[in-house]
């Protein structure tokens, strides 16, 4: 009897201790579920800037941080398309979106920045940006290779000024580079890109550090190959470890916060440690001119 009073008293409590362990399992999934991105606006928000947001992983972005809850200010050249992105956006999240139509490699960009942080508060700044021409370097054109730098390395540069003496006034907010896993070691006939990638890693972690002590949080994503239109019109066929844009952004935005790189998707990690720290660099190197021989 006692065994039996034992027994049915051990699993009704264990089977109410377990309920109420899944009850409180829920409590704490829908609390963060429904509270983060409302912690994550109040920390990054009220408006996400990101640069070079009308295809691919910046309109990601774009869509992530909307997601988010975060108003938008959405740079790239093409002022069409860019409108595209932004009345989805409108539509499905209910948030503003304003575009600035710009060449980020004019001469005028610190302007045309500071006059976008004159009127916005802007919690979150995204350079997304880049161009990356595949081509052998002495078959490059002089003026090609400058706009590689203009894009790639002078327009972060000022981003991170502006955005980032915004961001420290206000004592909080994030900004967020994008590089590749081409920045870790000279990559042939990406050569010039892959060297502006590598300024963008190296910045964003200086930057982290510097920046960290005022509330501001910085991150480089260095990533691998991602779906984009533009990956599509330059690769013939899809390298080990593509990932869907959407996945990059929301990994990216999800480390803001957590350390100064991360390198979106498991594969891409492996890749990574493997290329930096384990193989010798000139074989480093010499992988990456076969992965690039056939690109273009
Ligand atoms: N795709 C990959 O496999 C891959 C891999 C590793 C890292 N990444 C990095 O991820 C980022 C995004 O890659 P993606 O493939 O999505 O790039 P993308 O298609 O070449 O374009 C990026 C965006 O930047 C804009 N943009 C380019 N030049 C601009 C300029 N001068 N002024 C203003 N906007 C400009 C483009 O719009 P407009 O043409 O309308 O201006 C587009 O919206 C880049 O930083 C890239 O280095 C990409």
């Known amino acids: ?9 051990t699993e009704y409590d264990s089977s109410l201790g377990f309920s109420h362990f899944l009850d409180g399992f829920r409590d704490v999934r829908s609390f963060l579920c429904e509270s983060l991105p409302v912690r994550w606006k109040e920390k990054y928000g009220p408006v996400g800037l990101v640069a070079g947001a009308s295809e691919g992983l910046g309109a990601a972005y774009a869509e992530a941080l909307a997601s988010r809850g975060l108003d938008l200010i959405l740079i790239a050249r093409r002022a069409d398309v860019l409108e595209d992105v932004a009345a989805r956006l409108r539509d ?6 304003e575009c600035h139509p710009m060449d980020l490699a004019q001469p005028d960009l610190a302007n045309r920045l500071e ?11 995204i350079y997304n940006a880049a161009y990356a021409p595949v081509r052998g370097f002495l078959d490059s054109d002089p003026a090609d ?3 590689i ?8 540069l000022i981003f991170a000024r502006i955005v980032g003496a915004q961001l420290t006034a206000h004592g ?7 590089s590749s896993l081409a920045g870790f070691q000279g990559t042939p006939r990406l050569a010039t ?6 300024f963008n890693t190296v910045l964003a972690e200086g930057l982290w550090h510097e920046l960290s002590c005022q509330g501001v949080d910085v991150l480089v994503s260095c990533a691998g190959a991602i779906r984009t239109p533009r990956y599509a019109d330059i690769a013939g066929k899809e390298a080990p470890g593509t990932l869907d844009a959407k996945v990059v952004a929301e990994q990216t935005l999800d480390a803001l916060g957590r350390g100064p790189r991360v390198v979106p998707g498991i594969f891409n990690r492996m890749v990574s440690v ?8 000139r074989t480093a190197i010499g992988i990456m001119a076969k992965n690039t021989q056939d690109l273009g």
């Open 149 to 156: 730098l203009n894009v790639n390395a002078r327009g972060p």
């Open 1 to 9: 009897m006692w065994n039996d009073a034992w027994k049915t008293t």
């Open 145 to 147: 290779l400058e706009h």
């Open 274 to 281: 493997l290329m930096s720290r384990w193989l010798p660099r």
């Open 115 to 125: 006059a976008i942080t004159a009127v916005h508060r802007i919690g979150v700044g």
């Open 92 to 97: 499905t999240y209910s948030v503003q979106v």
């Open 193 to 198: 890109y892959a060297g502006t990638k590598a």
């Open 172 to 178: 909080h907010g994030g900004l967020v580079f994008m």
